[in-house]
């Protein structure tokens, strides 16, 4: 094994592969009209770019040996559960290979975007250096920040002068409710609870920025990004920070449950809580309507996938390789990606429930532990908790779209979790001394 042994360039190595991670995620704000073969390698689906920048980073840090002892030392459930999904991958991709024929190349293609679960490790090694997750998330959010003013932007020119700033991002359909839709990258969505904990938790001055993400990135939401499901999970992740959090006094928290009861009141007086309400609904006369129905036939599908063959589902199969009548229904109009943990036990069986289940029975069991130690940062992980738990039902973070998501989840938990615990330790063996 190749030793790499300069500290600080390590570190800085380890930040900037990252934070291109990030960049490549945000597309570079799609501000550069980049070759179509880019765009191949590099689009929410297939993240192939983002992949190999990945494997790139793992075996960076691999080389290092500190960085494996601190790996193997605090954090094997990290490492056992990763290892547990990647046994999942190969028992699924092996038996739709068995089953269907699927070539060895589209096997090896659809695994790909699961590279970046392995993600997590250099997340934590960047925590560990850092000694907190802020420096992480306060960096994110300048992306954020800056993909919020490039959607404000686009609106305005685009009224204006029928133009667009954006390269190879906007569809066809891209007008919805008189606005330009620009939906949020998905580390944006994790990034509003995020904010709204700093900016609830902290006494001192907060930051500038997170106050900005967090209001008009959630004006954002309401009105250009307009996803629905998101509304509702960041809503209730704010409510569950908000009531779980400690810190602030106890005149600070009634104002803000004042704040927040009078925006609860005029949300439900307005007509915008009728049409929000109505588009739920399964009347085809309302413009979303159809998308509702859809939903609810590609549930009960994707159900009867998983009750025929609750052991493997259908496998691992790709799309677009003559399958699309398994993946996608006898009509070819479903998507799984649309029914979140529904769609993964119809693709992976019980296997599905192995890699989501133990997710969330270990945040369980970090929250339970870290609330009884420190509860400065416990509200953020419950917050984190309920965006997880809220988002398997059609956005889950284990879809390919949303996939980074799931290793800056997990890593901040896992961080967390030992950090707080080996500082007290830490704390417990100065005052014996």
Not at 8 to 32: A, K, M, P, Q, R
């Amino acid at each position: 094994m190749i030793k790499i042994h300069n500290k600080n360039n390590n570190v800085c190595l380890i930040s900037l592969l990252l934070y291109l991670i990030i960049l490549c995620e945000f597309g570079f704000f799609y501000l550069i009209n980049f070759p179509a073969k880019f765009y191949s390698w590099n689009s929410s689906v297939t993240k192939y770019l983002i992949a190999m920048l990945t494997l790139v980073l793992f075996l960076f840090c691999y080389c290092c040996p500190k960085y494996i002892q601190l790996l193997k030392k605090r954090y094997c459930f990290t490492i056992g559960y990763l290892a547990l999904i990647g046994g999942c991958l190969i028992i699924s991709s092996l038996y739709a290979w068995a089953c269907y024929n699927v070539s060895i190349k589209d096997l090896v293609l659809v695994c790909v975007p699961y590279i970046l679960l392995i993600l997590s490790f250099p997340l934590i090694i960047k925590f560990h250096n850092d000694k907190g997750i802020y420096i992480f998330f306060n960096i994110c959010n300048l992306f954020f920040t800056i993909w919020i003013i490039i959607s404000l932007l686009e609106n305005v020119i685009y009224f204006s002068t029928q133009g667009h700033i954006l390269k190879n991002y906007l569809q066809h359909y891209f007008l919805r409710n008189n606005v330009v839709r620009v939906l949020f990258i998905p580390i944006c969505y994790l990034l509003l609870p995020y904010n709204f904990f700093e900016v609830y938790s902290f006494n001192e001055k907060s930051n500038i920025i997170a106050k900005f993400n967090l209001f008009v990135g959630s004006l954002s939401l309401l009105i250009i990004d307009g996803t629905r499901t998101y509304m509702i999970i960041i809503f209730l992740s704010f409510v569950a920070i908000f009531l779980t959090n400690k810190s602030r006094k106890k005149s600070n928290k009634k104002i803000m449950l004042t704040i927040l009861f009078i925006v609860i009141i005029a949300f439900l007086c307005s007509p915008y809580f009728r049409s929000f309400i109505m588009s739920f609904s399964t009347d085809l006369s309302n413009s979303l309507g159809k998308s509702t129905r859809i939903r609810l036939l590609e549930l009960k599908y994707y159900i009867s996938i998983f009750l025929n063959n609750p052991l493997l589902g259908f496998g691992n199969i790709p799309y677009n390789i003559g399958l699309n009548e398994i993946l996608c229904g006898p009509d070819k109009m479903f998507w799984m990606e649309d029914v979140g943990f529904f769609g993964l036990i119809a693709r992976f069986g019980l296997g599905g429930f192995l890699m989501y289940g133990s997710l969330i029975i270990r945040q369980i069991y970090i929250l339970y532990r870290i609330k009884q130690v420190d509860n400065s940062l416990y509200s953020l992980l419950v917050g984190f908790f309920v965006f997880t738990i809220l988002s398997s039902a059609t956005v889950i973070i284990l879809d390919t779209t949303r996939m980074l998501l799931f290793p800056i989840i997990l890593a901040t938990f896992e961080f967390l979790y030992t950090y707080t615990f080996s500082r007290r330790l830490q704390n417990g063996s100065q005052d014996e001394e």
